[in-house]
């Protein structure tokens, strides 16, 4: 009989073994079997093939062999899962399309074309999201194989989320409106900030343009801009681990309504024109428009405070 | 429908029974191909590539000793219980018939008094 197939295979075999010098004496024993199977029957070489291919393909053969340790560990996988798919799916998309993609796109300054700059941003997030992927399971890979273990106790774990009450709870679309409106509203103010020309404007003859005091509040209000746009995307995500969402509302309403009565406060002119009737009448209609907004904004927060309070949501305690 | 279900189930409930088997069988000497073979002719069918890297784990853990040798003109491997391979084989079987009583009594609370 040729036994060249036999040897081939078994050379194949040895190819995937691991390598902690027992191969050759796995190899010894393999063949042993092979030839107490074929126990001097002269085979064909279909007959051999298909002993061979019942005994099973060489690489699987090897790998029953091997004490491969799992990149992941199945005790690992459910919270290396949960990390892999925040990062790569709730923070890197909304950050990339929130954020990243407006400023660059107003650092063209319109001159790039929509298409290509769109295709060119989804490839960065790709990329982005391949390197965190790859990131993080080379973290846990190696976190696995460290005697770090995480000490739980009982007595720590968190507190069950209580839904809040129907009343206390923003429609999704309305979040997703406010959302939107908070991103363009803070490209707005990055642009101001990079290049304050642009918050200048002629109508006809009359040039109109926001007036210097501005600077000092453009800071707070985009911090709160963005910090409502983030609030709005955890409640969109994450509609029943913010236990406190409607609490951090009335704040951010209420840090808002502060910046607006310290604009009104700070007094016109809040717009400055090349005709100072027209300015006149500008910021007499901006003061009107203040006190609104200051009244509405302070009974809404005022109905949201006992929306809040009446469906049982106590306020956070620091503890 | 359930056959996939139950052959995953079956090989599950299988793989610590050959642990015990292979033990059990090797308090005499054999080879690996006669070793499957005694077992086959037991009722216990088990492939060559469950049996030898478990024979190899077993060794390595200290529960079995092996040795080449030559017979019938062939050079081959043979695998015996080593002595703490013994005492574990021991425990094992005080723990399968546990186990076996247990099963027994638990399935039988299940059938109508006759």
């Not at chain 1, 064909?44 to 340790?69: I, M, T, W």
């Not at chain 1, 790859?134 to 005697?147: D, E, H, K, N, S």
């Not at chain 1, 908070?182 to 200048?200: F, K, N, T, Y």
């Not at chain 1, 002119?269 to 009244?295: D, H, R, Y």
Request: glycine share 6%; net charge neutral; hydrophobic share 50%.
């Amino acid at each position: 009989m040729n036994t060249n197939m036999i040897d081939r295979y078994l050379h194949t075999v040895r190819f995937w073994l691991p390598d902690n010098g027992n191969a050759d004496d796995i190899i010894a024993e393999l063949r042993e079997d092979l030839m107490s199977q074929i126990d001097g029957r002269d085979l064909s070489d279909d007959d051999l093939a298909a002993l061979l291919k019942r005994r099973g393909e060489p690489s699987f053969v090897a790998s029953q062999f091997g004490q491969h340790k799992p990149l992941i560990a199945a005790e690992w996988m459910p919270i290396y899962w949960f990390v892999v798919q925040l990062v790569v799916l709730r923070i890197l998309v909304p950050v990339f399309v929130l954020l990243i993609g407006p400023i660059e796109w107003l650092q063209t300054k319109g001159d790039a074309n929509a298409v290509s700059f769109i295709l060119r941003e989804l490839g960065n997030l790709f990329v982005a999201q391949i390197f965190a992927a790859g990131a993080i399971t080379t973290v846990f890979a190696l976190l696995q194989r460290t005697p770090f273990r995480v000490n739980w106790d009982p007595r720590k774990l968190p507190p069950v989320p209580t839904r809040p009450a129907r009343g206390s709870r923003q429609s999704k679309g309305s979040l997703i409106v406010e959302m939107v409106a908070g991103v363009i509203g803070s490209c707005v103010w990055i642009a101001i900030l990079r290049s304050p020309e642009m918050a200048s404007i002629t109508i006809a003859t009359v040039r109109l343009e926001i007036a210097p005091m501005w600077l000092h509040y453009i800071w707070p209000i985009l911090v709160l801009t963005l910090a409502s746009v983030m609030l709005n995307w955890f409640l969109l995500a994450w509609p029943m681990r913010l236990e406190y969402g409607p609490w951090l509302r009335v704040a951010i309403d209420a840090a808002n309504l502060a910046i607006l009565c310290a604009i009104l406060l700070h007094g016109p002119p809040w717009i400055e024109a090349s005709v100072a009737a027209i300015e006149n009448v500008i910021n007499a209609s901006m003061t009107l428009g203040f006190i609104v907004a200051i009244l509405v904004s302070s009974w809404e927060l005022m109905l949201k405070i006992r929306t809040n309070l009446r469906s049982g949501l106590h306020a956070p305690t620091l503890s | 429908m359930s056959e996939p279900r139950f052959e995953n189930l079956r090989l599950e409930l299988r793989r610590g029974c050959l642990v015990l088997a292979v033990l059990a069988q090797l308090r005499t000497e054999h080879y690996g191909y006669a070793l499957r073979k005694s077992l086959e002719d037991a009722g216990l069918d088990i492939d060559e590539n469950t049996l030898y890297p478990l024979l190899r784990r077993l060794e390595s853990q200290g529960l079995l000793l092996s040795t080449w040798r030559e017979e019938e003109k062939r050079n081959k491997r043979f695998y015996r219980l080593s002595p703490d391979g013994e005492v574990i084989l021991a425990q094992l079987l005080d723990e399968w018939l546990r186990m076996n009583d247990s099963i027994a009594r638990i399935t039988e609370i299940g059938v109508p008094a006759s």
